[in-house]
């Protein structure tokens, strides 16, 4: 097995969900990548299984507590384990197509899905989690994100997409949004397909393409034309 995602959530039961079918699912179930949860609450050790408490300081909602998740974590990912540990948060840097292929290109993942208002700063510290993010906006749990990381990833592995999509072609690949597309047939409710694509002419098509991603990203996301001097992928 050549990538190794494990997941340690409160809820094992929301895995592999969307990830159990389509490409992602079908790549599971040929062994091209393996998931396995681990429930949190397995490594309280009180009689309730408390694994939150009350904010130190004060205030509204509750904290994973350091010590049930450090255990949960010790178990998952020995201190010999080379995969990377990630906490999804929304205090993590956003995750980007270029952290993706590395992570794709490594051999696994451990991933700690929050609940509550997050979890306390010493396990984060302690155990080495990178905090990565999957947007700027609010879940109510790390699960969905850490379900979107892994859909991007898993993706990626060789042999996971076949020749219906092209990993090199696509969105942010190159630091541009990708072209529009078409498809039969010709013309639709009065709307022709432009005529360039029509031709039979490679470079025209190419450069059409090319015009048509630098128009949607500098109208859309100028942001990404300005991170391109450095190179995308790594
Ligand atoms: N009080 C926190 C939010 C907690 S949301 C704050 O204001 O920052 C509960 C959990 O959902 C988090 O611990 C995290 O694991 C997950 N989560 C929420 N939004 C997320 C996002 N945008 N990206 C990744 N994980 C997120």
């Given at each position: 097995m050549n990538f190794r995602a494990t997941v340690l959530t409160l809820y094992p039961e929301m895995f592999p969900g969307p990830l159990g079918v389509s490409l992602a699912g079908r790549a599971l179930s040929e062994g091209k990548w393996s998931l396995e949860t681990v429930?949190?609450?397995?490594?309280?050790?009180?009689r309730h299984r408390t694994v939150d408490d009350t904010p130190a300081g004060g205030g509204a909602g509750m904290v994973m507590r350091a010590d049930v998740l450090a255990r949960a974590i010790d178990h998952a990912s020995p201190a010999d384990d080379v995969r990377p540990r990630l906490l999804m948060s929304p205090r993590g840097l956003p995750l980007t197509q270029r952290r993706v292929r590395q992570l794709a290109g490594g051999q696994g993942v451990i991933i700690v899905c929050g609940r509550?208002?997050?979890?306390?700063q010493r396990v984060i510290e302690a155990r080495g989690l990178e905090e990565v993010s999957v947007g700027d906006y609010i879940l109510s749990g790390g699960e969905p994100a850490a379900l979107v990381l892994l859909d991007a990833v898993v993706r990626l592995l060789?042999?996971?997409?076949?020749?219906?999509?092209?990993g090199e072609e696509e969105s942010f690949e190159k630091g541009l949004l990708e072209h529009p597309h078409y498809t039969r047939p010709p013309e639709w409710e009065g709307r022709p397909i432009p005529e360039v694509l029509l031709s039979g002419n490679h470079a025209k098509i190419a450069a059409w393409r090319r015009g048509e991603a630098e128009r949607l990203t500098a109208a859309r996301r100028p942001d990404l034309l300005e991170d391109r001097d450095q190179p995308f992928e790594k």
């Open positions: 429930q949190i609450r397995d490594f309280a050790t009180d509550f208002e997050g979890v306390d060789p042999g996971v997409m076949g020749n219906e999509m092209s």
